[in-house]
Structures are given as C-alpha cells and as structure tokens.
C-alpha cells in the first residue's frame, strides 16, 4: 500500500498493491493493521455505496459538521470519477484549499479523506459505482452541503453544467454555510 501525500495535512491518496496473473487480479481495500502502520488510525463503522447512471452527474460537496463529522475512504469500483476533498477546517493553513485526484475501477487508487473536509466528485463515465467508508454514521440533521461552484472555493471540475440533485442545486456558498470546523 503506497500512501501519496497531497500537500494537505492528513489528506491521503492510497495505491492498493495489487497481484495479477492469469486469472485476473486481486488486493487488499482496507487493512487497519497496514493504515496503523503508516501512522493512521481511523475506526470505519458504516460502507456506502452509490450508482450514478450517467456521465457528468456531479455529487457534493458534502459533510457532516459538528460530532456527526465523517472521515472517509473513498474508491471508485465501476468506471471513473473526478474526486475532490475541501478543506474546511477554519485553523489550517491550507483553508478553502482542495485537491482532486481520477479514482476509476481501473487504477484502483483511494482517496482518504479526514473529518474537517467537504467531498464530492464527478462521474467520468455513465454507469459509475463508487465506495466509501465512513468513521461515523450518517446523521440527517448534521448533514450540509456546499454549493459545487462556488467561487471562493473555486474547484476546477473542467463542466459547466453538471447534473445535479436538487439538494445539491440549492446549497449555499461557504460563506452562508455553517461549516463549523477548527
């Protein structure tokens, strides 16, 4: 397992080790003892997973604020996406900074997102499966979102007219949300 540090603290790209022969592949998607090893430490209690039928649908930027806040690890099991992780945490020197990264069932590369960041991302292709762990459960009435194109975050989707829930449609700005995140 290769950890590739982003340049923002604690957030993580993972490249599994992955054993192929004649018969196909295979890997290890999580491994406390190895995360524990490189010094992360994270207890997930809670595996989603969602479909998205057509390329170009774009979901987020979501979090739980307050004690319901989620770290995450993320993949991409069926096609690809655009994942992004936005830095939410009112403290960092890296504030309103975000990175993405391709997570596709092909390079099979995870995104390992602490608590304290907003996540989204954006299928590349129809039919896209995507993966996540979470450290704490989903709490409906800690759940917020921000509005994908804001421009004091200022992501780089390379679209401009994603298909959009209509929760994700009326998310309001950074600066209207109430983002709670030292």
């Not at 995104?111 to 304290?116: C, E």
Request: hydrophobic share 35%; proline share 3%.
């Amino acid at each position: 397992m290769k950890l590739i540090d982003t340049g923002i603290k604690d957030l993580f790209i993972i490249e599994p080790q992955v054993f192929g022969d004649n018969r196909g592949w295979f890997m290890e998607s999580w491994s406390q003892k190895k995360m524990e090893d490189l010094g992360l430490f994270y207890n997930f209690v809670q595996d989603n997973h969602s479909f998205s039928a057509v390329k170009g649908t774009l979901r987020g930027l979501h979090f739980q604020k307050g004690e319901s806040a989620q770290a995450k690890l993320v993949r991409c099991v069926k096609g690809a996406v655009l994942d992004v992780a936005v830095d939410l945490r009112k403290n960092s020197k890296t504030y309103k900074k975000w990175v993405s990264c391709v997570l596709s069932a092909e390079n099979k590369k995870q995104f390992l997102i602490p608590r304290g960041f907003a996540h989204g991302f954006l299928t590349l292709t129809d039919d896209v499966e995507f993966v996540y762990k979470a450290d704490n459960y989903y709490d409906p009435k800690s759940d917020r979102n921000i509005i994908w194109n804001d421009p004091e975050i200022n992501v780089e989707w390379g679209i401009e007219n994603p298909i959009l829930s209509e929760k994700d449609k009326k998310a309001p700005k950074l600066s209207e949300s109430d983002v709670d995140f030292e």
